[in-house]
């Protein structure tokens, strides 16, 4: 934990940079609820989860201590799984079609909420990956907009599973470059400041193209949470 947050100052500074900007979401899909508690110790705030059921177990598990984090979820979503996502999580990374945007309006507004959410984006247009076409983020951004039960406040991807961070590079300034053509184009309020991307392997990169969520987990998990 340690080693990674000296990482995220460097390159922050190198970026010129506020701490402030940046959110680091430790990602605990790897280890069990008795690890997530160690984390309070640590400081850490924000956990993300890609599997609803192991989510909801572990927040069972961990009782009121849960609310001592946010959490985000971050994996593929099944739309009949929109009560519980909208229920158990403070921002949703995740989502990527239209059936799942109402879905999770409907839930909201059972719920009297309204939950922030990020369009999944596949800038990589690899077809194994989740997440909206480039070209049709506007037209999507648009139709979430229209829905009282979300807020969409931003954009997320994941770059192609490489070892080389810098093949990262370009997914990450495209994103970028689609929320800011979101902001000139759509005039959303000052909500829209969102971007999440980078993982363990390439968050330098991610935070040196804009970042403003960092989703890590082996980098954490596998030094131990007192590396
Ligand atoms: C697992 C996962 C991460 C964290 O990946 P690491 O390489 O372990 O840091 C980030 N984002 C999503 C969507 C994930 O599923």
């Given at each position: 934990m340690a080693a990674v947050r000296a990482r995220i100052n460097d390159a922050l500074t190198v970026a010129g940079r506020h701490p402030e900007e940046l959110t680091l979401v430790?990602?605990?899909?790897?280890?069990d609820a008795l690890i997530i508690k160690e984390l309070i110790g640590l400081g850490v705030e924000h956990i993300g989860e890609n599997r609803l059921q192991e989510a909801v177990r572990k927040q069972a598990v961990l009782g009121d201590l849960k609310n001592r984090f946010k959490w985000h979820f971050i994996g593929s979503l099944q739309t009949n799984k929109a009560r519980q996502v909208a229920a158990g999580f403070d921002l949703i990374h995740s989502l990527d079609r239209l059936s799942l945007a109402e879905a999770l309006h409907q839930a909201s507004r059972k719920l009297n909420k309204e939950i922030p959410v990020l369009i999944q984006v596949n800038v990589s247009r690899e077809q194994t990956k989740h997440g909206v076409a480039p070209a049709e983020v506007g037209a999507f951004y648009t139709a979430v907009r229209k829905l009282s039960g979300l807020r969409p406040v931003g954009l997320m991807t994941m770059a192609p599973d490489t070892e080389d961070p810098e093949t990262s590079r370009p997914v990450f300034r495209e994103l970028r470059h689609l929320f800011e053509q979101i902001k000139r184009d759509?005039?959303?309020?000052?909500?829209w400041r969102e971007l999440s991307m980078g993982m363990s392997n390439d968050y330098g990169v991610a935070i040196e193209e804009g970042a403003t969520i960092v989703r890590i987990g082996s980098a954490i998990f596998s030094a131990g949470t007192e590396g």
């Open positions: 430790v990602v605990t899909k790897y280890v759509y005039h959303p309020g000052p909500e």
